[in-house]
């Protein structure tokens, strides 16, 4: 049995992690002072930073209850050896440490340690001579284009050996499976030149053979063949045998999967491919916790969630999911609040290999609701019966789904049952409530990470249609595209931006259905506004109860974000964000009901009149994904009324998020 932490419960089991690893780790004094600080005068034109992490000796963190590094005075010696070495790799033959010196400081209990360096004149490029690339047509041309290696550069030993590599693996993502490449440098140290010659030696133009697959024995070879995805005949690619072994592992069944190639002993233009894997936990129960903490809502939370892989074969997946919650809204310290249990009950099945096609995937979700928001409860089943393809490597998906959802509402505020006539059409309620639509969605996913993407773009597409046809009471459609790019800015730092759009359109005397409508706001949403506080909003019935967010038809969220790694704490990346926030939400369509002045003014977007946000968060990255923890602050529209709009939350400037996970 697993035990993991869920959502926002994580930071303070990191926390206490941390504080036990410090007490663990910690390093014995033996009578020795610790590292205060560690300089390097005459240091110009390297990293500091990179060559304090190749010496032996380390600096003792200014982070509080971090762990003392102490002096061992037989490594300093070494480390002289290791600064004129990593000098030396990057370019600088004549660099020597000159001194290197041992300064107690006052307290006697630590000391400085200095090392005094002469870089010397850097040895610079002067002659590149690639060979061996003719006749092999394009692969040979996107291979010189690659080397990256210029007269004038400094020579530096990691980019000399980069540049082999990337000739070698375009090569070998075009065909030529066994593709070498051998180099010789020359240099010159009086001149402080160096001439560089790269000898590659393609072979033959490769085609994948056969799949051959160990280590199994409950899953059918056929499956796992299917997965990998290796086409015999096909012209081999590199790339593509490093995605068979992502897909292989990816199916969670395998605890280590390993993808070779190898001559096929009949045919040296033929690669054969073995798969070996090493089959897994079958089954696994995991359970967590959590809190939840924004000032309109509160809960805290359960998590028990159960997996069958390989389901009765051909590599189906069963999960189980039951999450009990308590929920308290607008929060635990408001005068006036609603509160009362949640649970999400939920059993997923996952059937790859639809009819025995490649890339077809069906998803069949059961489900059962019982909720609180800010203007009534809830309980009720839903189903959703979908299909996924994925194309061109997977890197675009498309999905079909239906769904259904059948919710009684109880406790709902008085405002909405005061006009029956209105509920349908103003907020989208109706009791029993019974909703069905057909959704698509399709997506292109060109970003290096998933959970922590530093460059490509994503863009992504849903659709909706519901109506009678779908067995729902609702008549509408809705379109919501999301574009999202990450520029890298160095190895640590990433900009990341965000454009969203979403519109609805009805039919029909009632107006979109309310679990289905546009609301900004939240840890992955607007940051200025709590979640699902970006709407149009109408006063509570209710005495002391703020304000009740409707939603709309149309919204936009603009976002972007400078994201920077500062230091690795405990072997993971501590950062922090500076974020900007933009967005609105329109009026839903209300046939009439609403007033003629609120209809005018708030049934349309005005680019001139968006929420705009600024703020700031600290991230910690784990495993299990990224903790973070945000404070947005609104710049605009705080007031009651602009130009006589009613404005969301007036005079609620500020906004705290936690939670698991990027913005976008």
Not at 92 to 101: E, G, L, N, P, R
Not at 102 to 122: A, C, H, M, T
Not at 163 to 191: H, M, N, P
Request: proline fraction near 5%; aromatic fraction near 10%.
């Amino acid at each position: 049995m697993r035990l993991p932490t869920i959502r926002t419960g994580l930071p303070y089991l990191v926390a206490l992690a941390m504080l036990a690893e410090v007490g663990c780790a910690a390093e014995k004094a033996e009578g020795r002072p610790w590292i205060h600080k560690i300089s390097f005068p005459g240091l110009q034109r390297v990293s500091k930073r990179d060559l304090k992490s190749k010496i032996s000796v380390q600096q003792t963190s200014w982070i509080p209850l971090s762990p003392k590094h102490y002096l061992d005075p037989y490594a300093v010696p070494g480390d002289r050896e290791r600064i004129e070495s990593y000098y030396e790799a990057h370019g600088y033959f004549d660099a020597k440490v000159t001194q290197a010196d041992i300064n107690y400081r006052k307290d006697k209990q630590s000391v400085d340690l200095v090392f005094k360096i002469n870089e010397g004149e850097p040895t610079k490029i002067v002659k590149v001579d690639l060979v061996g690339l003719d006749g092999i047509g394009a692969a040979g041309a996107r291979a010189e284009t690659r080397v990256q290696l210029k007269a004038g550069q400094i020579l530096v030993h990691d980019s000399y050996a980069a540049g082999k590599g990337r000739i070698a693996r375009i090569l070998q993502s075009r065909g030529y499976a066994w593709a070498d490449v051998t180099g010789e440098v020359r240099v010159d140290r009086a001149a402080h030149t160096a001439e560089i010659k790269l000898v590659a030696v393609p072979g033959s133009l490769t085609h994948f053979g056969k799949v051959i697959i160990e280590g199994n024995a409950q899953v059918r070879a056929i499956d796992i063949e299917r997965t990998a995805d290796l086409h015999e005949g096909r012209k081999f690619d590199l790339d593509l045998v490093d995605e068979a072994r992502g897909r292989v592992y990816g199916t969670g069944v395998f605890g280590s999967v390993k993808v070779a190639y190898e001559h096929d002993p009949n045919d040296p233009t033929v690669a054969n491919v073995r798969v070996s894997v090493q089959e897994g936990q079958f089954r696994e129960l995991r359970i967590g916790g959590g809190i939840g903490v924004e000032a309109q809502r509160n809960d805290i939370h359960l998590t028990a969630q159960f997996t069958k892989r390989n389901f009765f074969g051909k590599m189906r997946t069963l999960k189980l999911r039951l999450e009990p919650a308590f929920v308290v809204i607008p929060a635990v310290w408001s005068g006036t609040r609603k509160y009362g249990p949640a649970l999400t009950a939920e059993a997923v099945f996952t059937q790859p290999f639809l009819f025995g096609l490649r890339h077809f995937e069906l998803n069949w979700t059961v489900g059962y609701d019982l909720g609180i928001d800010y203007v009534f409860q809830f309980h009720g089943p839903r189903t959703q019966l979908g299909v996924n393809y994925g194309v061109w490597r997977q890197c675009i998906q498309l999905g079909l789904s239906y769904n259904i959802q059948f919710l009684d509402f109880f406790n709902t505020d008085p405002t909405i049952l005061n006009d029956p006539d209105k509920a349908g059409a103003v907020f989208g309620y109706v009791d029993p409530y019974r909703i069905g639509w057909w959704q698509q969605d399709l997506s292109l996913d060109l970003h290096d990470k998933a959970l922590d993407p530093h460059q490509g773009i994503y863009l992504l597409a849903s659709f909706e249609e519901g109506g009678t046809f779908a067995g729902g009471a609702f008549r509408y459609e809705k379109i919501v595209p999301d574009a999202r790019v990450y520029a890298p800015l160095g190895s640590r730092t990433t900009l990341a931006a965000r454009v969203q759009f979403g519109q609805i359109f009805t039919q029909g005397e009632l107006g979109s259905p309310i679990t289905r409508r546009l609301f900004l706001g939240g840890p992955s949403s607007h940051r200025g506004f709590n979640y699902n506080r970006l709407a149009y909003q109408v006063p509570s019935a209710l005495g002391g109860v703020s304000p009740i967010p409707i939603g709309g038809d149309q919204m936009i969220l603009l976002q972007a974000e400078l994201r920077v790694k500062i230091v690795k704490l405990f072997g993971n990346w501590f950062g922090a964000v500076v974020f900007a926030d933009g967005g609105d939400v329109t009026l839903p369509n209300c046939n009439g009901t609403c007033s003629d002045k609120l209809t005018g003014a708030l049934q349309r977007l005005d680019m001139s009149r968006l929420h705009w946000a600024v703020g700031g968060g600290l991230r910690y990255k784990t495993v299990i994904g990224t903790i973070r923890a945000d404070v947005g602050v609104r710049l605009n529209r705080l007031e009651a009324t602009t130009d006589g709009i009613p404005n969301p939350d007036p005079g609620d400037r500020i906004a705290f998020h936690l939670s698991v996970g990027e913005a976008f």
